[in-house]
């Protein structure tokens, strides 16, 4: 199957063998763990083994396997059509000197990470993938989409930047209209009333699941890691959904009866941190590591993996076809990314999360070289502080060269900081 995908074996053992020891270090060292996290370490097991194959299955059948790297990439349409996405953002420092061969240094790691994976031939979900699609969010994802569209087929959606003009409203509807006639081409189905309101229905309950995990978080003392409700957002983006929606509605039963016993995974002694900014694509554990290293639990992700995922919901107010894309485009247009101009509602949404979670202070994530989140750090900074919430920012890659460093850095900020 290795070979058929056109995989880099040696290289992608390599990766392997990493991602097994990381995952241990990290993962199975924790105390006091919720059982029902059981699935995800099995996930984690066949991350390139049981769930490709899965999706090689389907497309000896016939189906599609569309790859993304944004929560703009509406998912309903796809499943709408019967395929299947799959999330393609790299989290890898692995892949990132095959990036750096061909395109600059002076890149976001997440972009350099997914592009590395494609050329090193190292991820089996871009072999697998029949076409990728991505938006016209921030400048280097635009440029690289250029390169990645000379080697893999790439369908590139242009995605408005501000949400409160009746132009842009259009835009986003015309592209809603475009990405679903791509899929229509690409898959031979087309899209029907049903088959749609079906998709918004499976993806709608996909995200209640992963809403209820991070409501259970509120709580203290909180019922599971930072770091392990990372994973189950981070698996979100391959896993079958079905499967997914059912094992996050089980872990979520879990945590939820472990409130009611008070049964924490950190003492409800130390401050509550809440993370902001850029997305963590998996494997990138860095941050909330070292956090948690430290005994301090991370409570809640304002991210696009994280909270930016799952908190809206596609609501349908009528049964054609085209009254469902535009609920789709209310949905869409209300993820609060920092290339959007003017953001306020991310601004209103961080303070308003760092009170519903209780958080005592925030560690705002930079990826080098991502100026909109940094830019935007300034505002989201000022007004935590108008609350009284402490923010750190944190500008940083994927190397492990500056670790000792932020766990200095988080060390002082946390002691500063006096639990809630
Ligand atoms: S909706 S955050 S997934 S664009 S971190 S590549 S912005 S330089 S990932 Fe994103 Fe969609 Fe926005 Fe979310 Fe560029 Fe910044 Fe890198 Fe980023």
Redesign the pocket.
Same mark, same amino acid.
């Given at each position: 199957m290795w070979s058929d995908l056109g995989l880099n074996l040696e290289k992608h053992d390599v990766l392997l063998g990493a991602l097994g020891k990381a995952y241990g270090d990290l993962f199975m060292a924790q105390k006091n763990r919720p059982k029902k996290m059981e699935y995800y370490n099995f996930v984690i097991s066949e991350v390139h083994g049981l769930r490709v194959k899965e999706l090689v299955e389907r497309k000896k059948a016939g189906k599609k396997v569309i790859g993304a790297?944004?929560? @703009?990439a509406p998912e309903e349409l796809v499943y709408a059509a019967d395929a299947t996405m799959v999330g393609l %953002?790299g989290g890898a420092d692995f892949s990132i000197p095959d990036a750096e061969a061909q395109i600059p240094r002076e890149?976001?790691?997440?972009?350099k990470s997914f592009y590395g994976f494609k050329v090193g031939g190292t991820c089996p979900y871009f072999q697998s993938c029949n076409l990728v699609v991505g938006?016209t969010?921030?400048?280097?994802?635009k440029k690289v989409y250029e390169l990645l569209g000379e080697i893999t087929p790439t369908y590139v959606m242009e995605i408005p930047h501000r949400t409160d003009t009746p132009q842009a409203r259009a835009l986003w509807l015309a592209e809603m209209k475009a990405f679903k006639a791509q899929i229509e081409q690409l898959t031979g189905n087309v899209i029907e009333k049903g088959a749609l309101k079906e998709a918004i229905r499976l993806i709608n309950e996909k995200r209640k699941a992963m809403k209820r995990v991070s409501e259970a978080r509120k709580a203290s003392p909180v019922p599971i890691s930072g770091l392990d409700a990372l994973l189950v957002n981070q698996i979100s983006f391959y896993d079958d959904v079905e499967r997914f929606t059912k094992m996050t509605n089980e872990l979520a039963d879990e945590l939820e009866e472990r409130n009611r016993a008070g049964n924490g995974v950190a003492s409800a002694d130390k401050p509550r941190l809440m993370f902001s900014g850029?997305?963590m694509a998996i494997p990138n554990w860095k941050l909330h590591s070292i956090i948690e290293g430290m005994g301090v639990p991370v409570v809640a992700e304002e991210?696009?993996i994280g909270s930016?995922y799952f908190t809206d919901l596609v609501q349908p107010k009528g049964s054609s076809v085209d009254s469902m894309l535009e609920a789709l485009v209310d949905r869409y247009a209300q993820?609060s %990314? /920092? %290339?959007f101009t003017p953001n306020n509602e991310r601004i209103e949404k961080v303070v308003q999360m760092a009170k519903e979670y209780h958080a005592d202070g925030v560690v705002y994530n930079v990826?080098q @070289? %991502?100026? /909109? @989140?940094n830019v935007e750090a300034v505002k989201v900074g000022r007004a935590l502080k108008a609350k009284g919430v402490p923010m750190l920012k944190i500008n940083t890659d994927y190397s492990s060269e500056d670790v000792e460093q932020i766990r200095t850095r988080v060390e002082a900020f946390t002691e500063m900081l006096r639990p809630s």
């Open positions: 790297f944004c929560l @703009y %953002c890149l976001c790691p997440l972009i938006e969010t921030c400048d280097g994802k850029c997305p991210s696009c930016r993820i %990314c /920092a %290339c990826l @070289y %991502c100026h /909109a @989140y």
